[in-house]
């Protein structure tokens, strides 16, 4: 595959962007190699600055659950557009998306939109902590909830030892109050809030996480985590920024029936513009300024475009129910991925909910971050460029989720097979 005009793009882009990137996910450095250059899409597909096709499993990293330029989308942000860009004033267009959230969303009967997913948790992290009165959040190792400097966490070596900072410029007072658990280890839970339980503002969590790979909550964790809130008082905040209108319109809560105190979310709700939001119940989310006192506040926030196109998104999501089509496409997928991964004596496990799945390089099914930093990276490192020769863009880390968006076609989905077919008898 022809790379030259985005290999000429990329090192000018690094001559004035650090890592030729804006975020570090596209530099390509789970993979190797350099990224390649985008220069539209349409559906399901992308189109390269070299004038490569490629089937598209990234979707933007979630927002593209209708792919890309869907029409419904685009003419709601061309008629929003030629009324202005920003007003710094309320659009009805704020309340008309709020609306939409309120109704799909079990646990939010408020919501207030932020610019990033990243700003939807810090948000929801200070109005928990502003709201209890207490300072210790409740995290889970490799479950991501943005660059958050709290939340930016590694596991301390005992089960309820306080993080330490996963980056350089963050101080140890930034994570002194956060707690890192194992994902899905009911137990560690458990132990951290007899000792800490009326210290503990919050437990936010992933409730499917879709950061270290997608790994599948246990039911039993979601409802023990619902409890031991409940009896400590703390509330818990389910980070719906990927999976929400994801794995079900009403997000992860609905599809497993346990409702969070708090919900974030992202990607989707903007269907491709630059949207957060954080909501939950009333009462606590009239502790943000202007009712209450905890502080939060955006000059671009509830930007009358991003609001058209995630209304737009949400009202075709709402109209077309498409979540028993893209489950069925999923889960087809993710048994013919298996399938070639079996027939070439390739060690693997497939986890899938909803539209998104991950090919791990792992034998074993991925349960938390312990299980998934064992996954072999080399491996996957050529699947990925064996499939990118394929014409599969596939998210370049082993630790990321796959999409299926509802333009992928039957066919679109049994090429892909065939293809990681054809690739995954070479990596042994
Ligand atoms: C993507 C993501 C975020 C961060 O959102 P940004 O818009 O990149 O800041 C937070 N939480 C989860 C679960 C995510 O998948």
Redesign the pocket.
Same mark, same amino acid.
């Given at each position: 595959m022809k790379q030259t005009q985005s290999h000429q793009e990329f090192e000018r882009a690094c001559r004035v962007i650090p890592g030729g990137v804006n975020?570090p996910a596209r530099a390509f450095g789970g993979v190797g190699g350099e990224p390649l250059l985008i220069e539209g899409g349409e559906g399901a597909h992308l189109f390269d600055i070299d004038g490569n096709k490629l089937l598209d499993y990234v979707g933007s990293?979630?927002p593209h659950i209708l792919g890309h330029r869907h029409p419904a989308v685009v003419e709601a942000i061309e008629s929003s557009l030629w009324r202005g860009t920003s007003f710094g004033a309320p659009t009805v267009q704020e309340t008309e998306l709020a609306e939409l959230v309120v109704e799909a969303v079990p646990s939010i009967e408020k919501v207030r939109m932020v610019n990033?997913? &990243?700003?939807?948790?810090m948000s929801a992290i200070r109005l928990a902590r502003g709201f209890s009165g207490r300072d210790k959040i409740v995290k889970f190792a490799g479950?991501?909830?943005?660059?958050v400097d709290s939340l930016l966490v590694q596991a301390g070596s005992a089960a309820t030892t306080l993080g330490t900072p996963s980056s350089p410029g963050i101080p140890q007072g930034c994570t002194a109050d956060t707690l890192v658990m194992e994902y899905n280890d009911t137990g560690q839970l458990a132990d951290a809030f007899a000792a800490h339980g009326d210290a503990i503002s919050c437990v936010i969590l992933?409730p499917v996480?879709?950061?270290m790979g997608v790994v599948i909550p246990e039911m039993e964790f979601l409802q023990t985590a619902r409890e031991l809130c409940d009896r400590h008082g703390a509330l818990l905040i389910f980070?719906?920024?990927?999976?929400g209108f994801r794995v079900a319109y009403g997000g992860a809560q609905e599809r497993f029936g346990v409702t969070p105190d708090m919900t &974030?979310l992202?990607?989707i709700i903007g269907g491709g513009m630059?949207v957060?939001a954080y909501g939950g119940r009333a009462d606590v989310m009239d502790a943000i300024s202007p009712v209450g006192p905890v502080y939060q506040a955006g000059t671009l926030s509830g930007n009358p475009l991003a609001m058209a196109c995630g209304i737009a998104t949400l009202k075709t999501l709402k109209e077309t129910d498409p979540y028993a089509e893209l489950e069925r496409k999923t889960e087809r997928l993710a048994a013919g991925l298996s399938e070639a991964a079996t027939a070439a004596d390739v060690p693997h496990t497939v986890a899938q909910i909803g539209s998104m799945f991950t090919l791990f390089f792992n034998p074993e099914p991925v349960t938390n971050y312990t299980v998934s930093s064992r996954n072999n990276t080399d491996r996957f490192a050529r699947y990925f460029w064996g499939m990118v020769e394929q014409q599969i863009y596939l998210p370049c880390s082993q630790f990321e989720?796959n999409f299926v968006s509802v333009r992928h076609t039957d066919d679109d989905i049994e090429a892909t097979i065939a293809a990681a077919r054809d690739v995954i008898v070479t990596l042994l």
């Open positions: 975020s990293w979630g990033s997913g &990243t700003e939807a948790t479950c991501y909830h943005g660059h992933e996480a879709g950061n980070d719906e920024v990927m999976t &974030t992202g990607k630059p957060g989720a």
